[in-house]
């Protein structure tokens, strides 16, 4: 495709997705849109060659997480914290803003932190996830959260696995990282209870003592 064709149809894509997804719908990559009344595998949208249209009953995907193939039924605009939370059970992703400000619900993809209410389901199919469930189990993350434990980082702990998984991303990009750049690494992340010192001294004390693997 050329680049002015591929430019039309990233342009037609972007416009349809964001009228898709404000009624609800999404978009399943930059060259796939959801629209509301199709079916799936439905092709070719009306004037929009080389779109794939999805919709609007559940479909049939499959997400790696914690390492794991999980098979899984839902609707194209199912985001990936919904699919995480009531589909696949792994509550530590954390809904509570729902709109991409508080960093609750961050996840690993592919190593980096990504906010899963902001990311359609249907998008992370051959991505690596990994929640704050699979950071707990993984050794080579262990001392992280022993240094949380060590420094009291959590009061009612709900920002906890967000932070813990934003942290453990940090951490790998930059394994001896400043005060200033942890706060900057952290600045996505809320806690309400207001136990940034505690969590920001536990990152600083993990990275001193060998960080993680
Ligand atoms: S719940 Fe996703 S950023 Fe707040
Ligand atoms: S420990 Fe309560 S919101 Fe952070």
């Known amino acids: 495709m050329h680049d002015d064709e591929q430019s039309d149809v990233q342009q037609a894509a972007f416009r349809t997705s964001r ?6 719908v999404g978009i399943a990559s930059a060259a796939t849109v959801v629209l509301p009344g199709l079916s799936l595998g439905q092709e070719e949208a009306a004037g929009t060659p080389g779109l794939k249209e999805f919709g609007s ?20 605009r199912t985001t990936l914290l919904d699919a995480l939370r009531t589909k696949l059970a792994l509550t530590g992703t954390k809904e509570i803003c729902d709109r991409g400000s508080c960093g609750g619900c961050t996840v690993l993809v592919d190593g980096r932190a990504m906010v899963s209410c902001m990311t359609l ?12 469930e699979g950071i707990g189990k993984d050794p080579g993350f262990a001392p ?24 453990a991303a940090l951490l790998k990009e930059i394994p001896n990282p400043t005060p200033l750049e942890i706060r900057e690494g952290l600045a996505g992340n ?3 209870c207001g136990t940034y ?11 001193k003592k060998g960080g993680v693997a």
């Open 190 to 192: 809320i806690c309400r």
């Open 144 to 167: 992280l959260v022993d240094s949380f434990c060590e420094h009291d980082a959590a009061q009612c702990g709900f920002c906890i696995p967000g932070i813990l998984v934003r942290s």
């Open 121 to 132: 389901a249907i998008d992370m199919q051959g991505r690596e996830i990994t929640t704050a």
């Open 57 to 76: 009953g559940p479909l049939e995907i499959s997400l790696k997480v914690n390492g794991d193939e999980r098979k899984l039924s839902i609707e194209p």
């Open 19 to 24: 009228r898709g997804f404000l009624k609800g």
């Open 197 to 207: 010192s505690r969590i920001f001294d536990a990152v600083e004390a993990c990275a």
